[in-house]
């Protein structure tokens, strides 16, 4: 029988270089600083330069400011660059950023539904594509998708968003089931209702919140903090064996009707 390995080691990463993007704020800042917690180097990326420095400040290791447009289809191959002359690659990636354009789905204009696709689906891809090659070869890497509860059931008013993350998830799969054999595994993360700026106005809806109440089993809205442990299995030697999967964190959300 082999000696387990400690639980320390399971989630360390000391040394590992991450990218998460949507680091400016919210879900994914407070993912950059558990990466960073566990001994990463993170590369920041969103478009508001001075909220990337500011959560960089925040941090205990080396980090990076890269601001950059994930709606733009130049922007993964200018990171990409970057990252492989800064750092020379790349060994965890948190697709994380993303948008909302909420509407009834009749007046839901075309320009909404390509911007959403932009930045939730064609930037997540975009940026997977530029920075998996330098994993592939290397022999390592975890990929983070950020989807959504919504990847998984319907939402009124939420046409555009929910095909987002729901495509997020066949993504993950299918990159999952090419790029297993190499080492890297790729899974999405799927939060339930998070307190931050995407939704802010709406958990503040009476109506909305007893609604939703009635449903999160748990009895609360998530906080950023609710996402710490899953994220750090999912971009550790920890996830070694899971791959293609969604792991929901939504305080039973999806689990009951
Ligand atoms: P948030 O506070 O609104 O943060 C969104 C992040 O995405 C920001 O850092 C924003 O940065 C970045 N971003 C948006 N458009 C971008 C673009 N064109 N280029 C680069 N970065 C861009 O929302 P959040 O709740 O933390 O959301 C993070 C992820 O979690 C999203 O994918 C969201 O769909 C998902 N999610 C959230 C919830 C929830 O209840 N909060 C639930 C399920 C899933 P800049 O504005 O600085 O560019």
């Given at each position: 029988m082999t000696t387990a390995t400690s639980p320390a080691r399971l989630f360390d990463l000391t040394g590992r270089r991450a990218v998460v993007t949507g680091a400016s704020r919210g879900i994914g800042a407070r993912a950059a600083q558990v990466l960073d917690a566990a001994g990463a180097k993170v590369a920041l990326v969103a478009r508001d330069k001075n909220r990337l420095q500011d959560v960089a400040a925040t941090l205990g290791n080396e980090s990076l400011v890269l601001p950059a447009d994930l709606s733009l289809p130049d922007t993964a191959e200018r990171l990409a660059a970057e990252l492989d002359e800064r750092w020379?690659?790349?060994?965890i990636l948190v697709n994380n950023a993303g948008l909302s354009r909420p509407g009834p789905a009749t007046a839901l204009p075309t320009k909404d539904w390509d911007d959403v696709m932009a930045v939730n689906l064609r930037g997540m891809f975009t940026l997977t594509r530029c920075l998996a090659p330098g994993m592939l070869d290397r022999g390592w890497g975890r990929i983070v998708m950020v989807s959504s509860a919504l990847g998984l059931v319907g939402e009124a008013q939420a046409a555009a968003y929910v095909s987002s993350k729901s495509a997020v998830l066949g993504l993950t799969r299918s990159l999952a089931v090419e790029w297993a054999p190499k080492g890297v595994t790729v899974n999405s993360l799927c939060p339930g209702w998070v307190d931050t700026d995407m939704v802010s106005d709406l958990l503040a809806d009476p109506r909305f919140h007893r609604r939703a109440m009635r449903r999160i089993a748990v009895g609360r809205w998530g906080e950023p903090p609710d996402l710490d442990g899953a994220l750090l299995l999912l971009a550790?030697?920890?996830?070694?064996?899971?791959?293609?999967q969604a792991i929901v964190v939504d305080g039973g959300l999806v689990a009951g009707w």
């Open positions: 020379g690659g790349t060994d550790s030697p920890a996830s070694a064996y899971l791959t293609g």
